[in-house]
């Protein structure tokens, strides 16, 4: 049902774990499936990704996508990162089962919602 890659990213996660200091969390979820994706960024002066964790409650797509998606951007600008869409972190993993691609869905819209929170908490900073 799964792929080798998905599979890698939901028995070996990476980037699990929390950023004390993140000036961006976004959190998504989806009541219908209880999958709940949490993502913590660390942006620096240049507005380039420095870190990124994640803490998700879910299913195994759920699991690799959001391992997937960190790796996917750690270390790109903000700009670069809000491109990411959720066809490319399936497509990353190797393809999803057809029910399982809401999962990748959450893993897109928890970055942006944690870029949105960064470019909030920057504004109130100017």
């Given amino acids: 049902m799964y792929t080798e890659q998905v599979m890698d990213h939901f028995t070996n996660p990476r980037n699990v774990g929390e950023i004390k200091d993140a000036n961006g969390v976004g959190e998504v979820g989806?009541?219908?499936?209880?999958?709940?994706?949490r993502i913590y960024l660390k942006v620096n002066e240049d507005?380039?990704?420095?870190?990124?964790?994640?803490?998700t409650f879910g299913c195994a797509a759920a699991i690799a996508t959001s391992s997937k998606i960190t790796e996917m951007v750690k270390g790109k600008?903000?700009?670069?990162?809000?491109?990411?869409?959720?066809?490319?972190?399936?497509?990353?993993?190797?393809?999803?089962?057809?029910?399982?691609?809401?999962?990748?869905?959450?893993?897109?819209?928890?970055?942006?919602?944690?870029?949105?929170n960064y470019q909030a908490n920057r504004a109130k900073q100017r």
């Fill in 77 to 116: 600008s903000i700009s670069d990162a809000l491109k990411v869409t959720n066809k490319q972190v399936a497509e990353e993993l190797g393809g999803l089962p057809a029910p399982k691609m809401h999962c990748s869905n959450l893993a897109a819209d928890a970055l942006k919602k944690a870029i949105e």
């Fill in 47 to 55: 507005e380039v990704i420095e870190d990124i964790k994640f803490r």
């Fill in 30 to 37: 989806n009541m219908k499936c209880g999958d709940i994706m």
